[in-house]
């Protein structure tokens, strides 16, 4: 069942910021239809992924002094926590949050992408800085 369909209105780079959001919404809808131990092991590479994707705009942030940081990263902290939150719950035997979170996140990250990643990238490309991976 797919979550989130990569199109269009996803797209911000054609670049770096573009390809890590593609394997983002791959993991939301694989987390969608997992249960259980399957769903425990995807939300650990879920997270881990997330956090080096968060990680990665914090460090361009951090480099270009963007003034709106701290609101951004407020933004992913708070979808961090919330994931986690789950992954603890799914250990604990709360098996079936695999596609209420990923709805959750698809949501949130269709609003940041439209919002705090398309400033982010602009803000970029008006300093002429060429993102790049960890
Ligand atoms: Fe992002
Ligand atoms: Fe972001």
């Not at 054609?14 to 939301?28: C, I, Q, S």
């Not at 209420?100 to 940041?112: D, P, T, Y």
């Not at 919002?115 to 803000?123: A, I, P, R, Y």
């Amino acid at each position: 069942m797919s979550i989130l369909n990569w199109s269009e209105h996803l797209v911000i780079d054609d670049g770096v910021m573009d390809a890590t959001h593609r394997e983002f919404v791959a993991y939301l809808n694989r987390m969608g239809s997992l249960e259980g131990e399957e769903l425990l092991a995807l939300l650990d590479e879920f997270i881990a992924h997330t956090e080096s994707h968060f990680g990665q705009e914090l460090r361009w942030m951090e480099a270009l002094e963007f003034p709106p940081t701290s609101c951004h990263v407020d933004e992913h902290n708070s979808v961090l926590e919330i994931c986690r939150e789950v992954r603890k719950r799914v250990e604990n035997g709360d098996t079936g949050f695999g596609e209420i979170l990923a709805r959750a996140v698809a949501q949130w990250f269709e609003k940041h992408v439209a919002s705090m990643d398309t400033v982010l990238s602009m803000f970029m490309k008006e300093h002429g800085y060429v993102p790049t991976h960890h």
